[in-house]
């Protein structure tokens, strides 16, 4: 082969290259639905799109990189994840794999929650300022919106009382 049929052929196979690479787009995921352990995802990809990565990730984890390694790699554009956590916040990413070794960019986050039984933890604060004191309930846990509640001493159903917020007027005793 010759010297000008080399450089030929070698801006060739670059530019091929630079086509697929080109081509390599990341997918658009959808949630199809959670449980309290697993979650159901699909994802639109171009025809010609046969492999991809997938990475779940909590909600809080930072996004991926070029360099994030993937949970799994999938041949089919839908998807059941499981050994999930109930109650917990995630976020999934998908990207195509491509020919000679190159990968699309991740997707968008998909965020969901898993379902369960979640526990709820709430600490009651007083103000003891008088002649009213305010109860304030920090929530933390479960899947908000927090949905709050009052009852008075008889355990009766204060009504309009659904803030996280109470005011009682100077009561003693």
Not at 58 to 69: F, G, K, L, R
Not at 120 to 139: E, G, H, R, V
């Amino acid at each position: 082969m010759t010297k000008k049929y080399f450089i030929t052929f070698l801006i060739f196979i670059g530019f091929i290259l630079n086509l697929k690479a080109q081509e390599c787009t990341p997918p658009q995921p959808y949630l199809l639905r959670t449980t309290d352990s697993s979650a159901e995802f699909s994802w639109i990809a171009l025809a010609v799109d046969s492999l991809w990565d997938i990475l779940i990730l909590n909600n809080n984890d930072p996004q991926p990189t070029a360099e994030s390694i993937p949970n799994l790699t999938v041949t089919s554009n839908y998807l059941v994840f499981n050994s999930l956590e109930p109650c917990t916040n995630y976020k999934l990413y998908v990207r195509t794999v491509c020919n000679f070794g190159i990968f699309g960019e991740w997707s968008e986050p998909i965020y969901f929650i898993t379902s369960g039984i979640c526990p709820l933890n709430a600490t009651i604060l007083s103000s003891n300022d008088i002649p009213i004191t305010t109860l304030t309930i920090n929530a933390s846990g479960g899947i908000p919106p927090y949905t709050y509640q009052w009852v008075d001493e008889d355990l009766t159903i204060i009504e309009g009382a659904n803030e996280s917020s109470l005011n009682i007027l100077g009561r003693t005793g």
